[in-house]
Nanobody, 128 residues
Framework: QVQLVESGGGLVQAGGSLRLSCAAS????????MGWFRQAPGKEREFVAA????????YYGKSMKGRFTISRDNAKNTVYLQVNSLRPEDTAVYYC?????????????????????WGQGTQVTVSS
């Protein structure tokens, strides 16, 4: 059973930056596609980014490219989400997700299906 634990959220002023981390345990991390989602109050969950098992391919949701950067360190079993130029509308709970990539792309696994494994989320609040 894969367990995911997010960290790095908090309260930040608009224009600031955060790096979210998601530490994985209980599985073979290097075989999993990883992704980030977010959910703001009263809104549906939104795909943010995905990364392939090797880290060689990344994907971003609409309007995410440019300010969001997903990366991973397979030696540390951790995936990261760097968010720059934060805006109040980025306020949300950010979730890490994972599933075995297999022969599909990370985007297919993370964004087009529902990954099997999810973290508990980390709150990001951006003040104006």
């Amino acid at each position: 059973q894969v367990q995911l634990v997010e960290s790095g959220g908090g309260l930040v002023q608009a224009g600031g930056s955060l790096r979210l981390s998601c530490a994985a345990s209980g599985g073979t991390f290097s075989t999993y596609a990883m992704g980030w989602f977010r959910q703001a109050p009263g809104k549906e969950r939104e795909f943010v980014a995905a990364i392939s098992w090797s880290g060689g391919t990344t994907y971003y949701g609409k309007s995410m490219k440019g300010r969001f950067t997903i990366s991973r360190d397979n030696a540390k079993n951790t995936v990261y989400l760097q968010v720059n130029s934060l805006r109040p509308e980025d306020t949300a709970v950010y979730y890490c997700a994972a599933d075995r990539q297999g022969t599909l792309t990370a985007y297919e696994i993370v964004a087009l299906t529902t990954p099997r494994y999810w973290g508990q989320g980390t709150q990001v609040t951006v003040s104006s």
